[in-house]
C-alpha cells in the first residue's frame, strides 16, 4: 500500500471515529493508536475536524 493510500485509509477511519464520538483528545489518542508521530496526528485532527464540519454542514 502506497503512503498516500495509508494516509487516506487512516483519514477516512479517524472520520468515521469522530463523527461518531466527537471529541479531539479520543480522536488525538485514536490516531497516535496507528503508529504516527506526535506532529501527523495533529495533522489528521485538524484534516479530519474540518472534513467533519463540511459533512455537518452539508
Do not use: P, W
Not at 504516527?36 to 463540511?54: C, E, F, G, M
Amino acid at each position: 500500500m502506497k503512503s498516500d493510500e495509508k494516509r487516506s485509509h487512516r483519514l477516512n477511519c479517524l472520520l468515521r471515529f469522530y463523527l461518531k464520538n466527537h471529541t479531539e483528545h479520543d480522536l488525538y489518542k485514536r490516531a497516535k493508536q496507528m503508529g504516527v508521530s506526535d506532529s501527523t496526528a495533529r495533522d489528521y485532527l485538524r484534516t479530519v475536524i474540518i472534513q467533519a464540519r463540511k459533512i455537518q454542514s452539508s
